[in-house]
């Protein structure tokens, strides 16, 4: 059996500051892409830019890690990708469960990406009987009234909800039960965890509509730049007259003015 769920990685043991944990990620994917190239070397700027972060910030960021690069010469690129890798627990085994095998469900399934980064999906979930057995990414879907069996019997150290939203919390109660302590929640909701659970949340339509705010705030930039106004300045404005003076305005105390 896989004792996945009995390591948990060093980085809060050693004090390392939340918001460098979730950049070493990107400073991961970023040198192991100089990785595949041969790349033997990089300097703090070359890979601050492929991360998309200051070098300053990546200098502090690497000093947790006790790593502190060669003057003139940079960052050995295999190391870092070895003690990045160790420090967010990726060297050892972490089975991950799937509950809700629908169009997301399944996509995650078949992602390659995961084995060659530390996460092997060791179970598929799901509510609907008709899914039993169905296999999907080579592994066969499990009904959830097994979780409880699934989750032991496959070391289960991390769950990963993509169920509707109505459903989530129950599921996440039952994978917290069974032991797991790190969900990965795509369900459009907030959770509810005990202390010593970790949740991290991929809402997909929230990232859009922050994108789409970017994009109106562009499209009104270029507007401006262009000399484009909502409104013609030029335009006169219609006459005003005041209410009666037994009338009051809408804040109850200024008669209200209106257009004549």
Same mark, same amino acid.
């Given at each position: 059996m896989?004792?996945?769920?009995?390591?948990?990685?060093?980085?809060?043991?050693?004090?390392?500051?939340?918001?460098?944990?979730?950049?070493?990620?990107?400073?991961l994917?970023?040198?192991?892409?100089?990785?595949?190239?041969?790349?033997?070397?990089?300097?703090?700027?070359?890979?601050?830019?492929?991360?998309?972060?200051?070098s300053?910030?990546?200098?502090?960021?690497?000093?947790?890690?006790?790593?502190?690069?060669?003057?003139?010469?940079?960052?050995?690129?295999?190391?870092l990708?070895?003690?990045?890798?160790?420090?967010?627990?990726?060297?050892?085994?972490?089975?991950?469960?799937?509950?809700?095998?629908?169009?997301?469900?399944?996509?995650?399934? #078949?992602?390659?990406?995961?084995?060659?980064?530390?996460?092997?999906?060791?179970?598929?979930?799901?509510a609907?009987?008709?899914?039993?057995?169905?296999?999907?990414?080579?592994?066969?879907?499990?009904?959830?009234?097994?979780?409880?069996?699934?989750?032991?019997? #496959?070391?289960?150290?991390i769950?990963?909800?993509?169920?509707?939203?109505?459903?989530?919390?129950?599921?996440?109660?039952r994978?917290?039960?069974?032991?797991?302590?790190?969900?990965? #929640?795509?369900?459009?909701?907030?959770?509810?965890?005990?202390?010593?659970?970790?949740?991290?949340?991929?809402?997909?339509?929230?990232?859009?509509?922050?994108?789409?705010?970017?994009?109106?705030?562009?499209a009104?930039?270029?507007?401006?730049?262009?000399?484009?106004?909502?409104?013609?300045?030029?335009?006169?404005a219609?006459?005003?007259?005041?209410?009666?003076?037994?009338?009051?305005?809408?804040?109850?105390?200024?008669?209200?003015?209106?257009?004549?």
């Amino acid at each position: 059996m896989a004792t996945g769920r009995t390591h948990r990685p060093a980085t809060r043991s050693r004090g390392i500051p939340e918001a460098t944990v979730a950049r070493l990620p990107l400073y991961l994917r970023a040198l192991t892409a100089l990785s595949e190239r041969s790349v033997p070397t990089v300097s703090s700027e070359e890979l601050a830019a492929a991360a998309g972060v200051n070098s300053a910030k990546l200098r502090k960021d690497f000093s947790y890690l006790g790593s502190y690069g060669t003057r003139g010469v940079g960052y050995d690129v295999e190391y870092l990708v070895y003690q990045i890798s160790r420090e967010l627990g990726l060297t050892q085994d972490w089975p991950v469960a799937i509950v809700g095998i629908g169009n997301l469900g399944a996509a995650l399934a #078949n992602y390659g990406g995961f084995a060659s980064r530390g996460f092997r999906v060791a179970a598929l979930i799901d509510a609907d009987p008709a899914m039993a057995g169905t296999p999907v990414a080579g592994i066969a879907v499990q009904h959830t009234d097994d979780l409880d069996r699934i989750i032991s019997d #496959n070391g289960v150290s991390i769950g990963v909800i993509t169920t509707p939203p109505g459903a989530a919390q129950q599921v996440c109660d039952r994978l917290v039960a069974a032991g797991v302590t790190s969900i990965l #929640n795509f369900a459009p909701t907030v959770l509810s965890v005990p202390d010593g659970v970790d949740v991290r949340k991929v809402d997909l339509s929230i990232e859009l509509q922050i994108l789409a705010f970017h994009e109106q705030r562009k499209a009104g930039e270029e507007a401006a730049a262009e000399g484009v106004a909502l409104e013609d300045p030029d335009e006169e404005a219609p006459p005003m007259r005041a209410t009666p003076a037994n009338r009051k305005g809408p804040d109850g105390d200024m008669p209200a003015v209106m257009p004549a």
